[in-house]
């Protein structure tokens, strides 16, 4: 930690403006009030508002390798004791040396008042030790305050890649065993799967890093898992896209739309023995976009079908980048399930 001085120059500048009018206000008072000669009202002023400050900056080392916190009040008190005193001791040798410089004639009288410029010596010590104990206080807070946001930061990015690691394998575990199958059923549908799924890994390891992508980049994404699946389920899927032009250009975050279509697939489509549309909606509002995913699914088929993990996870993701775990609303029919992601178009820092 540097010399608030050193480190601030305009916490340096004000510090000697504001030593700087006290000493001129003083001399002014005691010469045109108390009409103290100008030599001995300006030796006075000098002494007390320009030495002692030059010399008080020190105070700053005291304090800053004799912490509260880190010993005992009797050490820390012992050691400002002594520091006053030597630093008392070099403001009052240099004192003399200007009086006999400047004004030799006030020497008899700096000795008869010594007792009391040493008690002030004493008092301004305290006060700068308050001074320089109130700026050590800030600066650590400031930096604790800084550190805890580094800290938060850190931590949101790492549960955001765990939650994005928990999304990922769940799609790829299901196109492996779907290529398994087809291999021997279907190996040229396995060949186009293989293909498809390959160019959906590189999109999702190339956006691993990155927090946003465009909606049109999000949505192109998904189309082509939906065609990975489309192979496995043929007629039974039918994606249908509603996406207004405004929308396209929309930062949003990576690989959040994954999970929604993953459920509808899965409860939707799977147990379907007729055609199930999947049907994707997007309007740009005021401030905000809003995607509405919506299938039909048979309620009979599908028990007690609750928040699963990708639908968790999205509602972890949102609170995490947005701060709002309430963008994220499910509306079950119990014969069609609709998700509506409320998104700001803009992404905090």
Request: with cysteine; proline share 3%; glycine share 6%.
């Amino acid at each position: 930690m540097k010399h608030p001085f050193f480190d601030n120059k305009k916490l340096l500048y004000y510090y000697g403006l504001f030593w700087l009018i006290i000493g001129v206000a003083n001399s002014l008072v005691q010469y045109l009030w108390y009409g103290t000669e100008l030599s001995a009202a300006f030796l006075s002023a000098l002494s007390f508002f320009v030495l002692y400050p030059v010399l008080g900056g020190s105070i700053w080392f005291i304090i800053k390798y004799n912490s509260l916190e880190e010993k005992d009040l009797l050490w820390v008190m012992l050691y400002h004791l002594i520091g006053a005193s030597i630093l008392n001791g070099i403001w009052i040798y240099l004192t003399f040396i200007l009086t006999k410089i400047i004004a030799p004639a006030q020497l008899q009288e700096l000795y008869e008042t010594l007792p009391g410029k040493l008690f002030s010596g004493y008092v301004l010590y305290v006060i700068y030790v308050l001074f320089f104990y109130s700026i050590n206080y800030y600066q650590s807070l400031k930096e604790k305050i800084q550190k805890e946001s580094e800290l938060k930061s850190l931590i949101r990015e790492a549960e955001l890649s765990a939650l994005k690691s928990q999304i990922n394998p769940h799609f790829l575990f299901n196109s492996l065993n779907s290529i398994a199958s087809l291999t021997i059923s279907s190996p040229e549908k396995a060949q186009e799967m293989v293909i498809n799924l390959s160019r959906f890994m590189r999109y999702s390891l190339q956006h691993d890093q990155d927090e946003t992508v465009s909606l049109k980049d999000e949505l192109e994404n998904i189309k082509l898992y939906l065609s990975i699946e489309k192979v496995r389920f043929g007629r039974k899927l039918n994606p249908v896209f509603n996406i207004e032009e405004s929308c396209q250009g929309v930062q949003i975050p990576n690989m959040i739309l994954q999970p929604l279509f993953e459920n509808a697939i899965k409860y939707g489509v799977y147990e379907a023995t007729e055609p199930v549309s999947i049907t994707t909606n997007c309007k740009s509002e005021k401030g905000h976009v809003a995607i509405c995913i919506e299938n039909d699914y048979d309620g009979e088929s599908v028990r007690n079908r609750g928040e699963g993990i990708g639908l968790r996870n999205i509602r972890q993701r949102l609170e995490l980048i947005y701060g709002s775990a309430e963008l994220l609303r499910i509306n079950d029919q119990k014969t069609s399930f609709k998700v509506e992601l409320l998104l700001p178009k803009t992404i905090p820092a």
